[in-house]
């Protein structure tokens, strides 16, 4: 009898304690509170590829009017297993028009 498949929960401990960006990704898209995600990337910027330290930019229509923190609030608490894995998480996090004036900028 087999009910591995379907007990499987969103924790942590499923994973290993490894954090890859794929697994990053694949939290703030399950993000409810983070959709519709307009643009997504993540990066490790740890030298070892062990998962240490990562970027993140996010732009999200969600993300309009609210203030820095919250949003920030918002990612941390999507990645609520994977944060204590890392040591550095650095954010970025724009709603649609901001984000525009950003590139329009560069």
Excluded at 71 to 82: D, F, G, K
Excluded at 94 to 103: D, I
């Amino acid at each position: 009898h087999d009910h591995g498949s379907e007990a499987r929960s969103g924790s942590a401990a499923d994973e290993g304690d490894l954090v890859t960006e794929a697994r990053i990704v694949r939290k703030l898209q399950a993000s409810e509170a983070l959709q519709p995600i307009d643009h997504l990337s993540v990066v490790d910027e740890s030298n070892c590829g062990c998962g240490a330290k990562f970027s993140v930019l996010l732009v999200t229509p969600a993300f309009d009017g609210v203030p820095l923190l919250a949003r920030h609030r918002a990612v941390n608490a999507a990645l609520e297993a994977e944060v204590p894995l890392i040591h550095a998480l650095s954010m970025k996090t724009y709603p649609p028009v901001q984000w525009a004036k950003k590139k329009s900028e560069a």
